[in-house]
């Protein structure tokens, strides 16, 4: 697994430097809507009902104002407007930034 070796915010966008050498770069807004946190994505129950994820999805104007290593395994950004509670695995990450080559 590949781990941050730098993260820094420029402008709009978190941008990551990794252990190999790849850089990624997000928009705020994009890591904002892409949390992976109940509240954005909802979690289901074992009976299968939903709860959750049934907020906004897009996030205009939101920002980093911050972050903080979870383990050696995730980071947790803080955005502007509360948010905090997304765990971003780095394979998670790394798959966003994929995604939107």
């Known amino acids: 697994m590949q ?3 730098n993260i820094q915010l420029i402008g709009n ?8 050498g ?9 890591l904002r ?20 994820g049934d907020g906004p999805k897009k996030f205009p104007g939101v920002t980093v104002t911050g972050w903080d290593q979870v383990g050696n395994y995730a980071l947790r950004f803080e955005f502007s407007d509360g948010h905090r509670t997304g765990l971003y ?3 998670y990450l790394r798959q966003l930034a994929e995604r939107h080559r």
């Open 3 to 5: 781990t941050p070796a």
């Open 33 to 52: 809507a892409a949390s992976p946190s109940a509240q954005n994505v909802g979690e289901r129950d074992i009976l299968g009902n939903q709860y959750g």
């Open 22 to 30: 790849v850089e990624t770069y997000f928009t705020m807004e994009d």
């Open 13 to 20: 966008e978190v941008a990551i430097i990794w252990s190999d």
């Open 89 to 91: 695995s780095y394979d």
